[in-house]
């Protein structure tokens, strides 16, 4: 019989970390995070990590295990977490991997195309184009080097503009001609849960969390990062907005509103992604109950 891993996935501030944590609890078992933000160990406050007495109550793999300073990409992800499942499934007949990335939850329940290793000077000559030109060339770029993707992917998401640069450059081909789209088999089965919860509900706990973070210190957190604001991993809703306010370009009030509408405007894109895979079911963040007894009828028959 195989194991299950039970994918909790869902918006931002939607609640699926303390709904996680209460799930692990009850099959005592650990949680594996599929939350890119949550990888790295200088930014914590604005990524809603889990507490410290939370991660003592239930063991965390992948939060703070990778440095800003360090590359790291989907496909690492992929090999690295296959690897841990794996090796924790000999101890435990359920797992959990809760995130909001649908990138690397995708990695998880399909794989990813295999790339050859990219020379770092390409990375790094994209970075220097996107801060210097903008992200206007970037996209340009893509447009003349592979039309196919360019009108496929989320043309605001710089990182995943970059990587399929980076394949063209060094390839000399086309991004979308290595993605064969081929899933790959896997040693567990997956039951996919998608915690979402009324619009309203949901953008009023989005903004309730971001004046949370900024009561927490994560103005102060930010300022800790602003000389390594050029990193890929700090391009992101939370630090962008206040390196802007840092530098600036926009008064505090400005920059947390920006926060809290940026942070909006990623949920609804998380849950078009979720709701285009056509395979999770949907709970509300309160349902922990309910999803139990769910989980408990699908567990008998896998």
Known sequence: MKKNLIIIAGPTAVGKTALSIELAKFYNCPIISADSRQFYKEMSIGTAKPTKEEMQDVPHYFIDNISIHDTYNVGQFEREAIECIDTLFKEHEQLILVGGSGLYINAILNGVDEFEEIPSHIREQLIKDYEEKGLTYLQEELKQKDEVYYNQVDLNNPQRIMRALEVCIHTQKPYSSFRTKEKKQRSFDTINILINTDREVLYNRINKRVDMMMQNGLLEEVKSLYPHKHLNALNTVGYKELF??????????????????????????????FNHQGDFETFEPTDLEKLKAYLDIVTQFS
């Open 244 to 273: 802007d306010f840092i530098e600036n370009k926009c008064s505090l009030e400005e920059a947390v509103n920006l926060i809290k509408q940026n942070s909006r405007r990623y949920a609804k894109r998380q849950l078009t992604w």
